[in-house]
C-alpha cells in the first residue's frame, strides 16, 4: 500500500512507514546509479509523489509538519538503502529546516511565501553553502532594483532535479566594502546551465554537478543577508546545528549499513578470535558515531538562541562522528575480508 503524508496524518512514524516502502527499491538502483555514474532522478521523483520534500514545512503552510529528529532519523534510515539518496536529500533537507526556522522565530524578511510555494509545488532545493561558505563565490553587480550574478557554483547535490538554488553572491559595495548576499535562484533560469562533471565514487548518484549563472537578474526584494565577506556571521549558528546534524545523520546511517553487511559476514568465522576482535572495535567506533550525531540532533532541537558556543561544539562532534564514521566503515571492509 502507498504511503502518502496527508492534512491528518503527519506523524514522524508515517514518514518511517514511506521509508520503509521506497527504501528497497532504492537499495536494487543503488549499484547501478554509481556505476552508470547517473543520478537518482527516479528516486526523488517517488519521493516527491509521497510529498517527503515538504514533510518539515509546518502543517499551517500546507506541508507535514515534520520535527527535525524526525527528519534525521528519515535521513540515517534512508542512507541504510542508499547513501547517495539520502546524502543528497539531506541537501534540500537542511535548506528547508533554515527556511522553517525563520518562520519559528519571526525572521524577516519572511520565508513563509517560499515555503508554501514548496509545499504546493513539492519543490526541490539545492545548497551551494559548501564552497561558498564564508566567502561566498559569484560576482554580483549593481543594476536598477537588483544585481546581476555571474559565477559558478560547485557541489549542487541534486541539482539535477533541482528547482531554486539557495546561494549566495559577493558584491563589491564601494562603501561597505566586500559583501556577501544571500538570495535563491531559479533553476529553471534560461542563464543557469547544470554540468554534467560529477563522477566520484561511491556517491556518482547525488548528482552534485556544478551549477554555471550567468548574467541571472536577482531582484533587491530578493535578497534575504547581507553580510561582511569573510566574517562570522549569526546565520552561521543558525544553520550550523540543523545542516551538519542532518548531514551527520546521512554517515552515521552509511556506517550502520556497514556494520550490518559486516556482522552478516562475521558469521561464517564466528570462532576466529581475530574477527571477533575487529568486530568489537567496529562497534565501539559505530558507538562513537552514534553518540556523537544524537547530541548534534539534541542541540539541533533545542528551542534555545543560537550561538557560537552551540556551533563551536556542533562542529567539534561533526569531526569526532565524521572521523568514526571513516574507521566504522574500514573496521566493516577487515571483517568482510576479501569479499569486501
Given at each position: 500500500m502507498t504511503t502518502t503524508l496527508n492534512q491528518t496524518e503527519r506523524s514522524d512514524d508515517n514518514l518511517m512507514a514511506i521509508v520503509a516502502e521506497l527504501g528497497p527499491k532504492f537499495a536494487e538502483r543503488a549499484a547501478g546509479h554509481d556505476v552508470e555514474g547517473s543520478f537518482v532522478a527516479e528516486n526523488f521523483q517517488e519521493m516527491?509523489?509521497?510529498?517527503?520534500?515538504?514533510?518539515?514545512?509546518?502543517?499551517?503552510?500546507?506541508?507535514?509538519?515534520?520535527?527535525?529528529?524526525?527528519?534525521?532519523?528519515?535521513?540515517?534510515?534512508?542512507?541504510?538503502?542508499?547513501?547517495?539518496?539520502?546524502?543528497?536529500?539531506?541537501?534540500?533537507?537542511?535548506?528547508?529546516a533554515t527556511l522553517c526556522y525563520r518562520v519559528r522565530n519571526s525572521m524577516m524578511p519572511s520565508s513563509e511565501p517560499a515555503l508554501r510555494k514548496i509545499a504546493a509545488e513539492e519543490l526541490v532545493l539545492v545548497s551551494t553553502g559548501a564552497s561558498d561558505w564564508l566567502d561566498g563565490s559569484g560576482e554580483l553587480t549593481k543594476v536598477e532594483d537588483g544585481y546581476r550574478l555571474t559565477g559558478r557554483k560547485i557541489?549542487?547535490?541534486?541539482?539535477?532535479?533541482?528547482?531554486?538554488?539557495?546561494?549566495?553572491?559577493?558584491?563589491?559595495?564601494?562603501?561597505?566594502?566586500?559583501?556577501?548576499?544571500?538570495?535563491?535562484?531559479?533553476?529553471?533560469?534560461?542563464?543557469?546551465?547544470?554540468?554534467?562533471?560529477?563522477?566520484?565514487?561511491?556517491?556518482?548518484?547525488?548528482g552534485s554537478n556544478s551549477v554555471q549563472i550567468n548574467d541571472v537578474f536577482i531582484p533587491e526584494a530578493g535578497i534575504s543577508l547581507s553580510r561582511t565577506q569573510g566574517a562570522w556571521h549569526k546565520f552561521f549558528d543558525i544553520i550550523s546545528p540543523l545542516a551538519f546534524s542532518m548531514i551527520m545523520s546521512v554517515y552515521q546511517g552509511i556506517a550502520e549499513s556497514a556494520r550490518n553487511i559486516a556482522v552478516e559476514q562475521a558469521k561464517k568465522k564466528a570462532e576466529d578470535t581475530m574477527v571477533q576482535g575487529e568486530v568489537g572495535a567496529m562497534e565501539n567506533e559505530l558507538l562513537t558515531v552514534q553518540c556523537s550525531v544524537a547530541e548534534m540532533v539534541r542541540i539541533a532541537s533545542e528551542d534555545t538562541p543560537p550561538t557560537v558556543e552551540k556551533s563551536d561544539l556542533i562542529f567539534r562532534h561533526k569531526t569526532i562522528a565524521a572521523n568514526a564514521a571513516i574507521r566504522t566503515v574500514e573496521k566493516a571492509m577487515a571483517v568482510s575480508g576479501g569479499q569486501a
Open positions: 516527491r509523489e509521497r510529498k517527503l520534500f515538504s514533510a518539515a514545512i509546518p502543517v499551517e503552510l500546507g506541508g507535514g509538519g515534520a520535527s527535525h529528529a524526525g527528519m534525521c532519523q528519515v535521513l540515517r534510515e534512508l542512507a541504510h538503502y542508499d547513501g547517495a539518496t539520502a546524502l543528497s536529500f539531506s541537501m534540500h533537507s537542511h535548506l528547508l557541489f549542487g547535490s541534486g541539482s539535477p532535479a533541482g528547482d531554486l538554488l539557495l546561494t549566495m553572491g559577493v558584491y563589491q559595495d564601494p562603501e561597505a566594502g566586500p559583501t556577501v548576499m544571500h538570495f535563491a535562484v531559479n533553476m529553471h533560469d534560461d542563464g543557469v546551465t547544470v554540468t554534467d562533471d560529477w563522477d566520484t565514487l561511491g556517491m556518482r548518484g547525488t
